[in-house]
């Protein structure tokens, strides 16, 4: 192993590998629930039942409700 | 072989240039006068100078090549007292998470893209069960009518998407 990697490698693991799979986590997270809801206000406002929006989104009636308004 | 001789001495008054730069090399030298100074400090002011000058390599966007060359080296300019090294440590830790973020959400993007589009289709299914139409499908999911086409037809099936 060279020097550089001796030294490099410890921050590529630690630093990057947890930036890394924190981020893909994260941005998983964020990104289902940003379509879900960009989804269920498009049919909510061509009046769809709020079943069939539950249905279509995979979001609870809960969650659809306050966009309701 | 000859080297260009520089005299940190004399960039004693410039400590402000030094600290506007970009250049890593400004910061090693801004460390190594201010390690001057701190040699006459107490050890609290020591321990202060050396966190600082950690903090500093975080900010100017050096590489992490950059940043873990630059560290060693204020590391081992500005020695301190074992008690000291390791609540510095810890500080530093802290740093390095700090400083992950830029990296947590340039990967966050990328995951956050895919993760829409896949959730876009996977709706776009349960509609192709309900026999609901290809129109009211692209409205709903903002998806292209060939993405829905090819959910229709399944993978195996070749597209023909200029008919």
């Known amino acids: 192993m060279s020097w550089k990697e001796t ?54 009636k809960d969650e659809i409700r306050p966009l309701m308004q | 072989m000859t080297f260009p001789v520089v005299k940190i001495i004399d960039y004693k008054d410039r400590l402000a240039e030094l600290e506007q730069s970009t250049n890593p090399m400004a910061l090693v030298v801004a460390a190594q006068l201010k390690s001057l100074e701190a040699k006459k400090a107490d050890i609290h002011t020591k321990y202060d100078v050396k966190l600082q000058l950690f903090k500093d390599c975080f900010k100017k966007g050096y590489t992490k090549d950059q940043i873990h060359i630059l560290i060693k080296f204020i590391d081992w300019i500005i ?49 192709l069960v309900d026999d609901v139409s290809i129109e009211t499908i692209v409205k709903y999911t903002g998806l292209a009518k060939n993405e829905i086409k090819r959910l229709m037809h399944g993978a195996a099936i070749p597209l023909h998407e200029n008919r």
């Open chain 1, 7 to 60: 030294i490099a490698m410890p921050y590529v693991t630690s630093w990057e590998r947890i930036a890394r799979k924190k981020g893909i986590s994260d941005g998983r997270v964020k990104g289902i629930k940003e379509n879900k809801l960009e989804t269920a206000k498009k049919m909510l406002i061509d009046n769809l039942p709020i079943d069939t929006i539950a249905k279509y989104t995979g979001l609870a």
């Open chain 2, 79 to 127: 020695n301190l007292p074992e008690k000291y090294q390791e609540k510095l440590n810890d500080q530093l830790l802290i740093l390095k998470e700090e400083n992950i973020m830029p990296y947590v959400t340039s990967w966050e993007r990328i995951a956050r893209k895919k993760a829409i589009k896949e959730h876009a289709l996977e709706s776009a299914k349960k509609m």
